[in-house]
């Protein structure tokens, strides 16, 4: 079982609303900071958020700030990202990430691609 398995990336018009999942597993996922990233075709990978492990603290990209949001229940061992007035721009595969342990080890999923059409 992967550790980190996106979920919820669809083709939407440009505009439209979509949340994005991401189960994690083999970790104590309410022990990590998680962020939330995208890479656009021919792009480098991009941040987009950013929660610690009880979601007080929160981070955003300018890029995405005011339109998507992030949230955990660590209950469900699952991360979200809830993203609202989506643009073409959007189009990109999004990963969940687990920052690096004391191993230099980080995880990331194999991420689930969004469409935005025009």
């Known amino acids: 079982q992967l550790p980190l398995v996106e979920s919820g990336g669809s083709l939407v018009a440009s505009g439209s609303a979509l949340t994005l999942s991401c189960a994690a597993s083999g970790f104590t996922f309410a022990l990590w900071t998680m962020h939330w990233y995208r890479q656009a075709p021919g792009k480098e990978r991009e941040?987009?958020?950013?929660?610690?492990?009880?979601?007080?603290?929160?981070t955003y990209a300018d890029s995405v700030r005011g339109r998507f949001t992030i949230s955990r229940d660590n209950t469900k061992d699952t991360l979200y990202l809830q993203m609202s007035s989506l643009k073409s721009e959007g189009t990109a595969v999004y990963y969940c990430?687990?920052?690096?342990?004391?191993?230099?080890?980080?995880?990331w999923g194999k991420g689930t691609l969004v469409t935005v059409a025009s």
């Open positions: 990430n687990r920052p690096q342990d004391t191993y230099g080890s980080d995880l």
């Open positions: 941040f987009l958020a950013s929660i610690s492990r009880t979601g007080q603290s929160i």
